[in-house]
């Protein structure tokens, strides 16, 4: 890997298994299986796009951890690392199992909550300015587009860059303005 350290993909690693038990309930946590070669091939082809972006954008300062976050969940959706047994695969509580940790892990990267309540009290409410569109739960369309639809680490990489912008703003809105960094002049 040219990009990503050992340490960091195995780290990774550990977490989407933490995760992806912490999902199911504790009866089906004997039928889950984890093929170890999809995950470090998705990894592998993370850092091939993140070599390639740094090189072709000539970013020397390095890649925004958004470009970073859609290259790893692009890989980590595409790749079947997860599988379950034939006794739980139907259940509908697990559709979409390893695109909802994918998301959980890339999030924690990004340290944000496409959940949260910042997000999820402004689902269905009217958008400002007249507009005739509500505002939509991200994490739903986020599953429904990487389960459904086609996409690619580029789009996935602006979606993720949106939201870190997104939530340090939020953050800076609920901010008491006397313990705001003074402005540059």
Same mark, same amino acid.
């Given at each position: 890997?040219?990009?990503?350290?050992?340490?960091?993909?195995?780290?990774?690693?550990?977490?989407?298994?933490?995760?992806?038990?912490?999902?199911?309930?504790? !009866?089906?946590? &004997?039928?889950?299986?984890?093929?170890?070669?999809?995950?470090?091939?998705?990894?592998? !082809?993370?850092?091939? &796009? *993140?070599?390639?972006?740094?090189?072709?954008?000539?970013?020397?300062?390095?890649?925004?951890?958004?470009?970073?976050?859609?290259?790893?969940?692009?890989?980590?959706?595409?790749?079947?690392?997860?599988?379950?047994?034939?006794?739980?695969?139907?259940?509908?509580?697990?559709? @979409?199992?390893?695109?909802?940790?994918?998301?959980?892990?890339?999030?924690?990267?990004?340290?944000?909550?496409?959940?949260?309540?910042?997000?999820?009290?402004?689902?269905? #409410? #009217?958008?400002?300015?007249?507009?005739?569109? @509500?505002?939509? @739960?991200?994490?739903?369309?986020?599953?429904?587009?990487?389960?459904?639809?086609?996409?690619?680490? !580029?789009?996935? *990489?602006?979606?993720? &860059?949106?939201?870190?912008?997104?939530?340090?703003?939020?953050?800076?809105? @609920?901010?008491?303005?006397?313990?705001?960094?003074?402005?540059?002049?």
């Amino acid at each position: 890997m040219q990009y990503f350290s050992d340490r960091f993909v195995q780290g990774i690693y550990d977490k989407f298994i933490e995760k992806t038990i912490e999902f199911l309930d504790p !009866e089906h946590r &004997d039928h889950v299986y984890f093929l170890d070669r999809s995950y470090y091939q998705a990894f592998e !082809e993370a850092d091939c &796009d *993140a070599v390639f972006m740094k090189h072709r954008r000539k970013l020397d300062k390095g890649i925004s951890e958004g470009k970073l976050a859609g290259a790893i969940y692009f890989r980590l959706t595409r790749h079947k690392i997860v599988h379950l047994s034939k006794d739980i695969y139907e259940l509908s509580q697990y559709e @979409n199992l390893q695109e909802r940790v994918a998301i959980s892990i890339v999030c924690a990267l990004l340290r944000i909550d496409l959940q949260g309540e910042w997000i999820s009290k402004l689902v269905g #409410t #009217t958008r400002p300015g007249g507009m005739r569109t @509500n505002f939509q @739960n991200l994490y739903g369309e986020l599953i429904y587009i990487t389960s459904k639809r086609h996409y690619n680490q !580029e789009s996935l *990489a602006l979606f993720f &860059d949106s939201c870190a912008y997104l939530a340090h703003a939020v953050k800076l809105l @609920n901010t008491p303005l006397a313990s705001l960094p003074p402005r540059e002049k």
